[in-house]
């Protein structure tokens, strides 16, 4: 049990649609980070922000887009879904800002899009 | 740019040690981490090396070398339960924004 929680755990869309997944970080901690683990493969990173920018951003187009709010938590937006999106989407908060720090892990959003 | 390689997958038997290893490539270094992750759950975190050397937890030890670009995760004394994947990463900088080698199922079996 890290403390950080996701929802939903999984749903199910089809190509063209739109998602948010949302991500409440563990207290206390100011930084949240989006990662997507397709079947098989480990994590790779989407962004993360930090005082509610974003703050680094890996090799994802931009629709893929996220928010962070006052009280930290976070969301992740998909637009114009694609059946390669078919992932599970991973939350991560940190508590001393981007700085090297451990991790915590929610369980994670299964998305299938059809 | 960042690549990381570890093996797919390794069978073992309870009781025994298993050697996971993982090689990296990276512009610059800032630490190395491992992380558990059961079947259908969270990534948990294992250990973190930023010196060369060994670092024992308990069953789990992991070492590092920077000059080799290398690092190893052993686990003694496999039970049941470490049957799971083992992700090795590496900040993408000095942070924790993490590049994921693709992760090694480690089956134990009785």
């Known amino acids: 049990e890290t403390g950080v929680t996701q929802s939903p755990t999984h749903l199910i869309k089809t190509r063209g649609q739109q998602v948010t997944l949302r991500c409440s970080s563990q207290s206390g901690h100011n930084t949240v980070s989006w990662y997507q683990q397709a079947l098989g493969q480990g994590p790779q990173f989407i962004f993360q922000?930090?005082?509610?920018?974003?703050?680094g951003r890996g090799n994802f187009p931009p629709r893929f887009s996220g928010l962070q709010f006052p009280n930290y938590s976070s969301e992740l937006n998909v637009n114009a879904l694609e059946l390669d999106d078919s992932a599970l989407y991973l939350c991560a908060s940190s508590r001393d800002g981007p700085g090297t720090g451990e991790l915590f892990f929610g369980e994670g959003s299964r998305l299938t899009v059809l | 740019g960042q690549n990381i390689d570890q093996p797919t997958e390794m069978t073992a038997t309870e009781g025994a040690i298993v050697q996971i290893n993982c090689t990296y490539q990276?512009?610059?270094?800032?630490?190395l981490f491992w992380y558990q992750q059961h079947a259908g759950e969270a990534p948990t975190f294992l250990s973190y090396?930023?010196?060369?050397g060994l670092e024992e937890k308990g069953r789990f030890s992991s070492f590092l070398s920077r000059s080799k670009g290398y690092s190893y995760l052993l686990l003694k004394e496999l039970q049941m339960k470490d049957s799971a994947s083992y992700l090795c990463?590496?900040?993408?900088?000095?942070?924790?924004?993490?590049?994921f080698g693709g992760g090694t199922r480690v089956l134990v079996k009785p």
């Open positions: 990276t512009s610059g270094f800032n630490g």
């Open positions: 922000y930090y005082r509610e920018e974003e703050n």
């Open positions: 090396n930023v010196l060369d």
């Open positions: 990463a590496v900040p993408l900088a000095a942070g924790n924004k993490l590049t």
